[in-house]
C-alpha cells in the first residue's frame, strides 16, 4: 500500500549507524577510564532518545521511537550505567500484540491508499476497544526530561509526560502516567484555541486557564521563553492540515506562506487582550536557550536556535540549518532586532541553570554535522557584534567517526553565589563509529580548548537521542 519509502521516513536509513535501537540493560558497573571524576557530579545524568522496541517493517520517522532513558549514576566514586524503556501506555500496548499498531503523524501516511486503510484500521481498533487513545494517551514520552514537583519526569509534546523513579543501584522504574492534578503551564491541542496558557501559584494549584484564540492555525511549539514578565511562544511555519491525509502525506508539514511570529503574553494577564505579536520572517525558532528582561521591562531578550531552512525540518534535519540568534525585542514599540551569534550550524544550546530568566554571558550548542552532533563551542554574548559577527570563544571538535549529544552545564559550586558563571563541566555522551564504543565525557566548561576531563568507558553503545538533565545526589535524596 506505501509508496517508495522517502529516506525520512525508511527505517534501514533512519535507523542505521548509531540510530539503530538497543535494549533495557540493568545498572551495570563502569570504570574511569580517563582522568578523574569531580565530586560535585555526583549525582545521575539522565537523557532520554527514540528507541523503537520493535524494528519496523513499514514507514517509521525518528521521531516514532519509544522513550528510552540511558542512566549514569556517580556515587563516591561507584559509576552504574542503565538504560529502560519508558513504560508507556503505547509501549506496553505494543508490547503485548507483539508488533507496533499505532499510527504516526509523521510516517504513516505515505500515499492515499495507506493513508486512508490506517485511518479505517485505527478507528476500528478504537471503535472495538482495542485501545482507548483520549484515556490513555499514545505519547512515546521521548523526547526530554524534566525535574519538577519532586518527580522526575519523561517528556513528549503529544501526551502527558510520564513519572520515574531512580532506584539507589541506578535503575529506572515508570511510576505511571502525570497529571500534575492539571498544573500544565500550558497546552496546545488540534483544534481551537490551538494554545491554552495557564499559571501555577506558590502552593503549586492551577490558576485560570488563558484560552489564545488569536492563534488561528495550529503551530508545533517545542519549545518557549520566560522571563520575568513575558511568556513568549513562537508561531512558526510549521502546521497541522488534515486534508493533507487525502493527499497521501502527513497532517504535518511546513507552510512557507505563512509568516512566523512571536505570541507575547503578559504572565499576569487574566485573558488574552493583553497578548500581543510580532511578525518573525524567517524565524522558526527550535529550542530556547535563554530568555531575559532589560532596561526595565522594556526590553525582552531572547537567545534560541532557528531553523533557517524550515522546509527541511521533518524531511531532512540536517540540511534544515539551525542556527544560535540573540533576538532583542522592544516592549513598547513592538519591534524587534536580530543577531546572528555564528555562522556555524548550531543547535542544542544550553547555559549555567542558575542564569535562567536572568542576563548571562555563556551558551554552549553542540556543532551539527551529518546526523550527528560532532563537537561543541562556547559563545560569549558579552561580545559586540564588531568582533565579525562569531560570538565563538572556544570549540572542542570530537574528531572523525565520533559523534555526542546536547552538551549540559552542570555547575562546580552549586551553592556559591560568588561562583563564576562558566566554572562548570558539561556532560555528554560520546560514540566512535570506528571502535563501535560509547562513552560518557565530562569537559571543563571554563577552559579554553574545552578540555575533556574524565572519560567513563560504558558497557555497550548508547544510541544518539535528544534531552536530558543532571539531578544531584542531594537531590536524588529528596525525590
Keep these: 500500500m506505501d509508496l517508495p519509502l522517502r529516506p525520512s521516513i525508511d527505517p534501514k536509513h533512519v535507523l542505521s549507524g548509531n540510530f539503530a535501537p538497543v535494549g533495557d540493560l540493568p545498572p551495570t558497573a563502569c570504570e574511569v577510564e580517563e582522568g578523574s571524576l569531580p565530586t560535585s557530579l555526583d549525582g545521575a545524568y539522565i537523557r532520554n532518545g527514540p528507541n523503537p522496541q520493535f524494528i519496523p517493517k513499514g514507514p517509521y520517522h525518528i521521531f516514532d521511537g519509544d522513550g528510552m532513558l540511558h542512566v549514569v549514576k556517580i556515587s563516591k566514586g561507584k559509576i552504574t550505567y542503565c538504560s529502560r524503556f519508558v513504560k508507556t501506555y503505547k509501549y506496553i500496548l505494543e508490547n503485548k500484540m507483539g508488533y507496533p499498531i499505532l499510527p504516526s503523524p509523521f ?4 500515499g492515499v491508499v495507506a493513508s486512508i486503510a490506517r485511518l479505517i484500521i485505527t478507528f476500528a481498533r478504537v471503535v472495538t476497544g482495542e485501545f482507548n487513545p483520549l484515556k490513555h494517551g499514545l505519547g512515546p514520552a ?14 513528549a509534546e503529544c501526551d502527558l509526560p510520564y513519572a ?4 539507589p543501584d541506578g535503575d529506572i522504574i515508570t511510576l505511571g502516567r502525570h497529571d500534575f492534578r492539571s498544573s500544565f503551564a500550558y497546552r496546545y491541542g488540534v483544534v481551537r484555541p490551538f494554545l491554552t496558557f495557564f499559571r501555577i501559584n506558590s502552593d503549586g494549584r492551577k490558576q485560570k486557564d488563558v484560552k489564545i484564540f488569536s492563534m488561528d492555525r495550529f503551530s508545533a511549539i517545542h519549545d518557549f521563553a520566560v522571563t520575568k514578565n513575558y511568556a513568549i511562544f513562537p508561531n512558526t511555519q510549521t502546521v497541522l ?9 502527513s ?8 509568516v512566523p511570529r512571536f505570541e507575547i503574553f503578559p504572565r499576569s494577564a487574566e485573558d488574552e487582550s493583553k497578548m500581543w505579536w510580532i511578525d518573525a520572517p524567517g524565524l ?6 535563554n530568555s531575559w528582561e532589560e532596561e526595565g521591562g522594556e526590553k525582552i531578550v531572547i537567545v534560541a536556535s532557528n531553523v533557517v531552512s ?5 524531511e531532512n534535519l540536517d540540511l534544515s540549518q539551525l542556527r544560535l540568534e540573540k533576538i532583542e525585542i522592544d516592549v513598547k514599540a513592538k519591534t524587534m532586532e536580530r543577531y546572528p551569534l555564528s555562522d556555524k550550524v548550531l543547535d542544542l544550546g544550553v547555559i549555567n541553570p542558575a542564569y535562567a530568566m536572568k542576563k548571562n554571558r555563556y551558551v554552549y550548542a553542540g556543532v551539527i554535522g551529518v546526523k550527528a552532533v560532532v563537537g561543541v563551542v562556547k559563545l560569549d554574548l558579552s561580545l559586540t557584534t564588531k568582533d565579525d559577527g562569531d560570538f565563538t570563544v572556544a570549540t572542542s571538535l570530537y574528531g572523525p567517526g565520533c559523534s555526542g549529544g546536547e552538551p549540559l552545564f552542570v555547575p562546580r559550586e552549586p551553592s556559591n553565589p560568588a561562583a563564576e558563571e562558566d566554572d562548570g563541566y558539561l556532560l555528554t555522551f560520546l560514540h566512535d563509529e570506528n571502535s563501535g ?11 579554553p580548548t574545552l578540555d575533556i576531563i574524565a572519560v567513563v568507558k560504558l558497557p555497550r553503545r548508547v544510541p544518539t537521542g535528544f534531552h536530558g538533565l543532571f539531578v544531584s545526589e542531594s537531590e536524588l535524596e529528596k525525590l
Design 284 to 289: 522558526n525558532m527550535l529550542h530556547f536557550v
Design 142 to 155: 521521548n523526547t526530554s526530561v524534566a525535574q519538577f514537583g519532586g518527580n522526575i519526569l519523561a517528556l
Design 107 to 110: 510516517a504513516s501516511f505515505n
Design 437 to 447: 564504543e560509547s562513552k560518557f565525557v565530562v569537559m571543563d566548561a571554563k577552559s
Design 310 to 314: 524550515i522546509e527541511q525540518v521533518f
Design 251 to 258: 497532517p504535518l508539514g511546513v507552510d512557507l506562506s505563512k
Design 164 to 167: 520515574v523513579k531512580l532506584t
Design 241 to 249: 492540515n488534515p486534508l493533507w491525509i487525502l493527499r497521501g502525506r
